[in-house]
């Protein structure tokens, strides 16, 4: 075959692929959209009811939410792993995903194994305690100080973001404080309030109720930015504590590996449009959440910063389950 013949044909399948990419591009999607979530209620379930809702009715995506509940999420991502990757089932999930791939390797990794598409919304842990008890951060610190093995602290389980956070704290504040699991994150409220434990590193959703109330006193909150329906309250940083990465809890949206790019785009401008609305901000931090950056690259580098910290403190604390 001729230079020039091979040059025509080359011309013409870059045409047809173009051609293909931008008629999906115009009618991405042409059915409805199966978004599967591991909770069946609760903060979780509300943000991803929330998104779902605003699709259909900002774009007209018909949306189907599904529950597929059982082994900390696991069960909802491996549906999601094993769908075809044409954009039209979704994973909504939370970012234990990354911390339950760190503690055991048979557990999903999303960097591998899923496509990173948004985040839909954000809160910080908070570090609270019973009203009184400290008065603040310094005090509390002081007191962890002067009382090694002492003073604990109460998470929603061990290998939660919560309970990383804690160890974090004991490294890079050269304290000792004696990691107190729960099952849930109302059980730790319930624990810090009664007094059982000394403090609780906890979903500030969770706690903002009792905050607002005055039962329980906000020390000081994880992330490197002061939440915004915490705006009094420290962060880590700010009180002089080095070194602990923006460490919070997320949700977001995946799609099975190598999801078809331009369903990605699509999606995530959409929901980026979303989080921009003025109501669905009112709304969600009227929660006690805040809402993300949602460029894919930020849910990718969050993933990435996050992962490198969990899997440190995993080897420091021996927190693997697989050993």
């Known amino acids: 075959m001729s230079t020039v013949k091979i040059i025509k044909l080359l011309a013409v399948i870059t045409l047809t692929?173009?051609?293909?990419?931008?008629?999906?591009?115009?009618?991405?999607?042409?059915?409805?959209?199966?978004?599967?979530?591991?909770?069946?209620?609760?903060?979780?379930?509300?943000?991803?009811?929330?998104?779902?809702?605003e699709l259909n009715n900002k774009f007209k995506y018909i949306t189907v939410l599904e529950t597929k509940a059982g082994a900390g999420g696991e069960l909802a991502a491996r549906q999601v792993v094993n769908a075809a990757n044409d954009g039209y089932t979704l994973l909504v999930t939370g970012s234990s995903i990354t911390i339950r791939s760190v503690i055991d390797q048979k557990n999903i990794d999303p960097e591998k194994e899923l496509q990173p598409i948004a985040q839909i919304t954000t809160t910080p842990y908070v570090i609270v305690a019973k009203a009184g008890q400290f008065g603040n951060f310094k005090n509390f610190l002081a007191s962890a100080q002067n009382n090694p093995g002492k003073i604990n602290f109460a998470s929603?389980?061990?290998?939660?973001?919560?309970?990383?956070?804690?160890?974090?704290?004991?490294?890079?504040?050269?304290?000792?404080?004696?990691?107190?699991?729960?099952?849930?994150?109302?059980?730790?409220?319930?624990?810090?309030?009664?007094?059982?434990?000394?403090?609780?590193?906890?979903?500030?959703?969770?706690?903002?109720?009792?905050?607002?109330?005055?039962?329980?006193?906000?020390?000081?909150v994880s992330t490197t930015k002061r939440s915004k329906v915490l705006p009094n309250t420290p962060t880590l940083a700010e009180l002089g504590i080095k070194n602990i990465p923006s460490i919070g809890a997320w949700i977001a949206v995946f799609g099975p590996k190598n999801m078809d790019p331009n369903a990605v785009k699509i999606l995530s401008e959409k929901i980026a449009a979303i989080a921009i609305d003025p109501s669905v901000i009112e709304l969600v931090n009227s929660w006690g959440a805040d809402l993300p950056d949602t460029k894919i690259s930020s849910l990718e580098e969050v993933m990435k910063s996050e992962k490198k910290s969990w899997e440190q403190i995993a080897k420091e604390k021996n927190l693997k389950t697989n050993n």
Do not use: C
């Open 17 to 53: 692929l173009s051609a293909h990419i931008n008629a999906f591009a115009q009618s991405y999607p042409e059915k409805p959209i199966k978004i599967i979530m591991p909770w069946a209620d609760g903060f979780p379930a509300n943000s991803a009811r929330l998104y779902a809702k």
């Open 156 to 220: 929603a389980g061990i290998g939660t973001g919560m309970h990383f956070l804690g160890e974090l704290l004991n490294t890079n504040a050269n304290i000792n404080i004696v990691h107190i699991p729960y099952q849930t994150g109302s059980r730790q409220l319930q624990a810090v309030l009664a007094g059982d434990v000394d403090i609780a590193i906890i979903s500030v959703v969770t706690a903002l109720p009792q905050i607002k109330s005055g039962a329980l006193e906000a020390l000081a």
